[in-house]
Each structure stands twice: as C-alpha cells, then as structure tokens.
Nanobody, 130 residues
Framework: EVQLVESGGGLVQPGGSLRLSCVASGFTFSTNAMSWVRQAPGKGLEWVSGIHGGGYTYYADSVKGRFTISRDNAKNTLYLQMNSLKTEDTAVYYC????????????????????????WGQGTQVTVSS
C-alpha cells in the first residue's frame, strides 16, 4: 500500500523559513518522480515543485528562487525547503506521485498538472502571518 506522510508545517512570519518532509512507503521511491502541490484557502490545487528519481528539479514560477525540493532515497524521504515565505504561500501542502509526464508551457517551462497525480499524502498546513 502506497503511503505518503507529510510533516513540518506550522505558523511562520513573513520572510521566515520552514522545511517540509514527506516519508514514503509501499513503492520504489528512488525511481519515482515526486511533487509538492498546495491548496490555498478557497482556491484550487497549485503545483509547486517536482523532482525526478535522478534528481532533476522543476519549480513553479511563484516559488522559483525561494523554495528548494530535494530527496533522500536512502530514507525514502522528500523535502521542501521554503525560504523568504510570503503570506500568499499560506496553504495546505501535499506530497504526491505524478502518473504522467511533465507538461510544457508555451514559454518552455516544465510543470506537472495537479490532476496528473495518483497518490497523495494527507497534507500539512503552512500559515505565513505576522
């Protein structure tokens, strides 16, 4: 059974940092691409970042330069280091497994559509507020 368990969320002031973790089990973590997807209050799902098994990383423009995705295949764990947090980063953050290939925008950026994921964790709340 595939399980994804996120942790590390909390309340942080604007400009602060948090590191989210996602412990995976029930599948071969090291060869699977992984994503972070978020949902802000009253809004739809927004893909945040993705990483291939080989370590290639991709980011949404809204978080590029502030967030860093990484993985420890020996620990079956996915991470999201979030720096320079803004109030608009407030959301529930989900760890998820993509089941389709990356898509490409007209501008040439790569992304995973939130609908292209077949397994999700329970989510962890991140609140950025003064």
């Amino acid at each position: 059974e595939v399980q994804l368990v996120e942790s590390g969320g909390g309340l942080v002031q604007p400009g602060g940092s948090l590191r989210l973790s996602c412990v995976a089990s029930g599948f071969t973590f090291s060869t699977n691409a992984m994503s972070w997807v978020r949902q802000a209050p009253g809004k739809g799902l927004e893909w945040v970042s993705g990483i291939h098994g080989g370590g290639y990383t991709y980011y949404a423009d809204s978080v590029k330069g502030r967030f860093t995705i990484s993985r420890d295949n020996a620990k079956n764990t996915l991470y999201l280091q979030m720096n320079s947090l803004k109030t608009e980063d407030t959301a529930v953050y989900y760890c998820a497994i993509p089941n389709r290939s990356l898509r490409r925008t007209n501008g040439g950026s790569f992304y995973y559509d939130p609908q292209d994921h077949n397994y999700w964790g329970q989510g962890t709340q991140v609140t950025v507020s003064s």
